[in-house]
């Protein structure tokens, strides 16, 4: 499976997981599913922190469920070189104007934005 794939099979899994509270992982997800699904999991509130500290006038549970976590997904990728920063932008906004709206894709490129600039200071 593609990168691209494996972020929307994580996509899929977290957002029934933030939904359900269940984690539903396909048996036959590949290794970078599992490991992306597993570490956003395991990071979820220091991840929503990060996402409120970037988000002008936003908490990440004000968030809707598909744009907090591909912002979870995004800058756990970012933080642990998982994925090229511009590569992690470029695939969450996708996925987010995909799955959820235009405008949605424009948050999303806001706040990964700034969560690129803190990290390259």
Same mark, same amino acid.
């Given at each position: 499976?593609?990168?691209? +794939?494996?972020?929307?099979?994580?996509?899929?899994? %977290?957002?029934?997981?933030?939904?359900?509270?269940?984690?539903?992982?396909?048996?036959?997800?590949?290794?970078?599913?599992?490991?992306?699904? #597993?570490?956003?999991?395991?990071?979820?509130? $220091? %991840?929503? #922190?990060?996402?409120?500290?970037?988000?002008?006038?936003?908490?990440?549970?004000?968030? +809707?469920?598909?744009?907090?976590?591909?912002?979870?997904?995004?800058? #756990?990728?970012?933080?642990? +070189?998982?994925?090229?920063? $511009?590569?992690?932008?470029? $695939?969450?906004?996708?996925?987010?104007?995909?799955?959820?709206?235009?405008?949605?894709?424009?948050?999303?490129? +806001?706040?990964?934005?700034?969560?690129?600039?803190?990290?390259?200071?």
């Amino acid at each position: 499976m593609s990168r691209r +794939g494996a972020r929307r099979s994580a996509l899929f899994a %977290l957002y029934k997981w933030d939904l359900t509270g269940k984690l539903e992982l396909d048996p036959a997800a590949d290794e970078y599913t599992r490991r992306t699904v #597993e570490a956003v999991q395991a990071r979820s509130s $220091e %991840l929503d #922190e990060r996402i409120t500290a970037s988000a002008e006038g936003w908490t990440a549970n004000r968030l +809707g469920v598909v744009e907090r976590n591909v912002l979870r997904i995004a800058i #756990e990728e970012i933080e642990t +070189g998982a994925a090229p920063v $511009e590569v992690a932008i470029d $695939e969450a906004v996708t996925l987010a104007k995909r799955y959820a709206s235009e405008d949605a894709g424009k948050l999303v490129n +806001g706040i990964l934005g700034r969560v690129a600039r803190e990290e390259a200071a």
